[in-house]
C-alpha cells in the first residue's frame, strides 16, 4: 500500500498526469497501414492508440508492426501499406486504466508500459497517463513534501 501521504500529494496533480484524448495522436482500426505509418512517422512516437468510429478504444499500434509488413525475404516494399488495415497488425489485450483512475495502480503499471491509456467504463477513450508525467509529479513531491508536512527522521532500531 502506497504511503498516505504520498498519495494524498499525487491525488492533488491527478489532473496533471492526463493527456486528454483530444491532444493525443491516433488511428482508426479501419485506417489503412499507409495512413498509421504516416501518422506514427509525423509525430515520432513509438506506439499510438487506435480507436473505433465511437471513440472506444481498441488497441495499440507501432512501426515494428507496420514494418514487419512490409519486408519480405529478399526485399522491402510498401505494397503491403494499401492491402492491411490497422486492425490486421494492432496489439489488443492492452492493459488499461478506468476513468478515473487510482493512483497505485498506475504507479505499478508504469513500470511496464511508457504510457497508460485511461477509458471509461463504456471503453471510451479518455487520453493517456505518461510515465513522464508521473516522475514529474513524483519530482514535485521530492522537492515540496517538506513544505506542506513536517518531516522527521525514523530512529533506526538498536540491534542486541
Known sequence: ?????????????????LIPGDMIASVSEDNSLRHAFL?????????????????????????????????????????????????DVMETGVVTIDDPYDIE?????????????????????TGIVTRREVMKGINYIGHNIDKEYTLSEK??????
Open 105 to 125: 495502480e498506475v504507479l505499478h503499471a508504469l513500470v511496464d508500459s511508457a504510457f497508460l491509456p485511461v477509458v471509461q467504463k463504456d471503453g471510451t477513450f
Open 39 to 87: 501518422v506514427l512517422t509525423k509525430v515520432r512516437y513509438a506506439k499510438i492508440p487506435v480507436l473505433d468510429n465511437q471513440d472506444h478504444f481498441k488497441g495499440l499500434i507501432s512501426l515494428p508492426q507496420i514494418t514487419d509488413k512490409m519486408l519480405g525475404l529478399d526485399d522491402i516494399t510498401a505494397a503491403p501499406l494499401d492491402q492491411y488495415c490497422v486492425k
Open 155 to 160: 530512529t533506526p532500531e538498536l540491534k542486541n
Open 1 to 17: 500500500m502506497i504511503n498516505q501521504v504520498i498519495e494524498n500529494m499525487m491525488t492533488e496533480n491527478r489532473s496533471h498526469f
